[in-house]
């Protein structure tokens, strides 16, 4: 639908809410919404606050739904992603002692098959 990064926080509320509205109109019995693995916490987080407020709308709406969210795209790492002398490099704002779960998108979208018939859950996906 839309992300925080190019949209900001309320856009992408606004948008993926009114999504939700659309698939409700429409007749649409359950929505299957990929939000963030952290989204379901209060984390002050500009990418997940976006993604919790959704998730909230959901339940708050009674929506049979099921959210899917995973952990950090391991197709991420690319971006940014600069040539140096000897090598390459990718910076990171993460401590390079700190471990990151990753998760290839082929995968999540494996998972989603899965989860078509699921009602009212919340699924964490990581590699």
């Not at 309320?10 to 659309?22: H, P, Q, Y």
């Not at 984390?43 to 952990?71: C, D, F, N």
């Not at 950090?72 to 600069?82: S, V």
């Not at 490099?89 to 995968?107: E, F, G, H, K, Y």
Request: proline share 6%.
């Amino acid at each position: 639908m839309s992300d925080t990064f190019d949209a900001g926080v309320e856009e992408e509320t606004r948008v993926a809410i009114k999504g939700v509205e659309g698939f409700r109109a429409a007749g649409v019995g359950h929505v299957v919404y990929t939000s963030a693995a952290s989204a379901d916490r209060d984390t002050g987080v500009p990418h997940y606050e976006s993604k919790r407020r959704v998730e909230h709308y959901l339940r708050e709406q009674a929506v049979p739904h099921t959210v899917i969210g995973p952990a950090f795209f391991m197709e991420n790492r690319f971006f940014g992603l600069r040539r140096i002398d000897d090598g390459w490099i990718l910076p990171s704002p993460m401590p390079v002692d700190r471990q990151l779960q990753q998760i290839p998108v082929d995968d999540i979208g494996a998972f989603a098959r899965h989860v078509f018939l699921s009602t009212g859950s919340r699924c964490w996906v990581s590699g």
